[in-house]
């Protein structure tokens, strides 16, 4: 019997323990394959880490499986009463994770002298946090290595907006990453794209999105999956004593290590 000649069921089950994109990749080899790769059953195996973090009420409206999981891979989805989002990378179903800025613990945050919370249009959050004026400069969170995928090299980034900024060109800011109990990776940057003929240039410089948002990568780690720990990430500038505003967090971004959000340098 030719692979091809195998019952759709069972060529649909066969789909269901690869991943996404060979799929859709077999789906040509005929018209057996591509109405197996159609079918529930294979795409629900692709979807099935989801239900522990995403209520079905959350699924976004979607005629099948597969539709469902192409519209998560599409949008974030927002979860955890508004403080978190989650969407998949479209090739191998990955989970790709964001905590909000009120999901995030900001030194001075509730002082509203310091830290103003508010909406914006072009941000997935109902809230940002708009640095009005501080001098210690301290943002830190942390989430669970079970929320995210197993056996995945993740990449952490800060997102972010700068607008009429000051204070970020004196001292660099210190960003770092590590699974607790386990090493950190520690690193110096500069968060303000606007600085000239600064010797803080010379360092790592966020880039723009595709969703005109800044990012800059924080340090990356491995998800085994075997063991729960935390991930901790941390921001800080707490040397200059210098009155820094103009910064507007939205949160920091978990991602598959190849999974490149659209940015221009």
């Given at each position: 019997?030719?692979?091809?000649?195998?019952?759709?069921?069972?060529?649909?089950?066969?789909?269901?323990?690869?991943?996404?994109?060979?799929?859709?990749?077999?789906?040509?080899?005929?018209?057996?394959?591509c109405?197996?790769?159609?079918?529930?059953?294979?795409?629900?195996?692709?979807l099935?880490?989801?239900?522990?973090?995403?209520?079905?009420?959350?699924?976004?409206?979607s005629?099948?499986?597969?539709?469902?999981?192409f519209?998560?891979?599409?949008?974030?989805?927002?979860?955890?009463?508004?403080?978190?989002?989650?969407?998949?990378?479209?090739?191998?179903?990955?989970?790709?994770?964001?905590?909000?800025?009120?999901?995030?613990?900001?030194?001075?945050?509730?002082?509203?002298?310091h830290?103003?919370?508010?909406?914006?249009?072009?941000?997935?959050?109902?809230?940002?946090?708009?640095?009005?004026?501080?001098?210690?400069?301290?943002?830190?969170?942390?989430?669970?290595?079970?929320?995210?995928?197993?056996?995945?090299?993740?990449?952490?980034?800060?997102?972010?907006?700068?607008?009429?900024?000051?204070?970020?060109?004196?001292?660099?800011?210190?960003?770092?990453?590590?699974?607790?109990?386990?090493?950190?990776?520690?690193?110096?940057?500069?968060?303000?794209?606007?600085?000239?003929?600064?010797?803080?240039?010379?360092?790592?410089?966020?880039?723009?999105?595709?969703?005109?948002?800044?990012?800059?990568?924080?340090?990356?780690?491995?998800?085994?999956?075997?063991?729960?720990?935390?991930?901790?990430?941390?921001?800080?500038?707490?040397?200059?004593?210098?009155?820094?505003?103009?910064?507007?967090?939205e949160?920091?971004?978990?991602?598959?290590?190849?999974?490149?959000?659209?940015?221009?340098?």
């Amino acid at each position: 019997m030719e692979f091809q000649d195998l019952a759709e069921g069972c060529i649909a089950k066969i789909l269901s323990q690869t991943s996404p994109l060979d799929a859709c990749k077999l789906s040509l080899v005929s018209r057996t394959f591509c109405s197996a790769a159609e079918s529930d059953s294979v795409w629900i195996a692709f979807l099935v880490n989801l239900t522990s973090i995403i209520p079905p009420s959350s699924f976004p409206s979607s005629s099948s499986k597969k539709d469902l999981y192409f519209n998560l891979c599409n949008q974030p989805t927002i979860i955890d009463q508004g403080k978190n989002s989650v969407q998949l990378d479209k090739r191998t179903g990955k989970k790709c994770y964001m905590l909000s800025a009120r999901n995030l613990k900001i030194e001075w945050g509730d002082a509203v002298q310091h830290w103003e919370w508010t909406s914006l249009p072009e941000s997935r959050f109902q809230v940002v946090a708009v640095l009005r004026a501080v001098c210690w400069f301290d943002i830190s969170g942390q989430i669970s290595t079970l929320a995210l995928s197993s056996n995945t090299h993740y990449a952490v980034f800060l997102v972010f907006k700068m607008i009429n900024a000051s204070g970020f060109h004196y001292h660099p800011t210190v960003i770092s990453v590590g699974i607790s109990g386990g090493t950190t990776n520690t690193k110096y940057v500069c968060l303000d794209l606007n600085l000239k003929d600064n010797r803080l240039i010379e360092l790592q410089c966020p880039k723009v999105r595709s969703d005109g948002w800044l990012e800059i990568e924080m340090g990356e780690f491995f998800n085994s999956g075997i063991e729960e720990g935390q991930v901790e990430m941390k921001v800080m500038e707490r040397t200059s004593h210098i009155q820094k505003c103009g910064f507007i967090l939205e949160g920091i971004e978990l991602r598959p290590k190849h999974l490149i959000c659209e940015t221009s340098s």
